[in-house]
């Protein structure tokens, strides 16, 4: 089975820092697909960026990107320029063909002005 | 496009009366999910369908909880009798494959009194 551990309930992040939020997972799929969700209070969740575990390059969408290390089993999440919309929970989840999408307890994440 | 709906967004009832939310997911996805979601963590997968076949429902208290996907487009989750414990919010998603992620609708917030 799959598991998604997120060990930071929250962090904050002033204004127009970078912040990197810690993923560690586990699995036995040989090929598999890790995402990162934000849910910002009381809204719905947004697929924020997501890597395939057989490819090496990191995935990038704009202000985000992830620090994916295979060996490790770590899939970290680094927000650039923060800023006060960023302000939210944020999930790491992962999937393969054959499991459903598993999600961590995620990580409260606070902009300071 | 549109994006994923849900209704209603907030429902109250007392404990052992039923309840049914809507969902109808964007249009195209074939895969449609079914998440419960305890204030404080993470969605938890209550089912899967692929067009209106059930792909995993092994989450899915069946003694009191149901769901169909009737013409393999919309979807109702309804909960007879309800507990205390089914407060939380019910999220519904779709999506076109395990690859592109899923993409979430508001979500019902469910309170059981």
């Known amino acids: 089975a799959q598991t998604v551990t997120q060990s930071q309930p929250e962090m904050s992040v002033q204004e127009a820092e970078t912040v990197t939020l810690s993923c560690t997972y586990d699995t036995s799929e040989s090929n598999y697909y890790l995402f990162w969700y934000k849910q910002p209070p009381s809204r719905q969740m947004i697929l924020v960026i997501r890597q395939e575990a057989y490819k090496q390059q990191n995935a990038t969408e704009n202000r985000f990107s992830v620090n994916f290390q295979k060996a490790a089993k770590s899939f970290s999440l680094k927000i650039s320029d923060s800023q006060l919309g960023d302000t939210a929970m944020y999930f790491c989840a992962s999937n393969s063909g054959n499991t459903p999408l598993v999600f961590g307890k995620g990580t409260r994440l606070s902009v300071i002005a | 496009e549109a994006g994923v709906a849900q209704s209603p967004r907030y429902k109250i009832i007392e404990k052992r009366q039923s309840v049914a939310f809507w969902c109808n997911p964007i249009s195209g996805h074939a895969t449609l999910y079914w998440y419960q979601q305890i204030l404080g963590q993470g969605p938890k997968l209550l089912i899967q369908f692929q067009n209106n076949g059930v792909v995993d429902d092994s989450q899915l208290p069946k003694d009191r909880f149901s769901a169909e996907r009737l013409k393999g487009v919309d979807s109702t989750l309804k909960i007879q009798p309800a507990k205390l414990e089914d407060s939380a919010v019910y999220l519904c998603?779709?999506?076109?494959?395990?690859?592109?992620?899923?993409?979430f609708g508001p979500g019902t917030r469910l309170t059981v009194t």
């Open positions: 998603a779709s999506s076109l494959g395990y690859w592109y992620g899923q993409y």
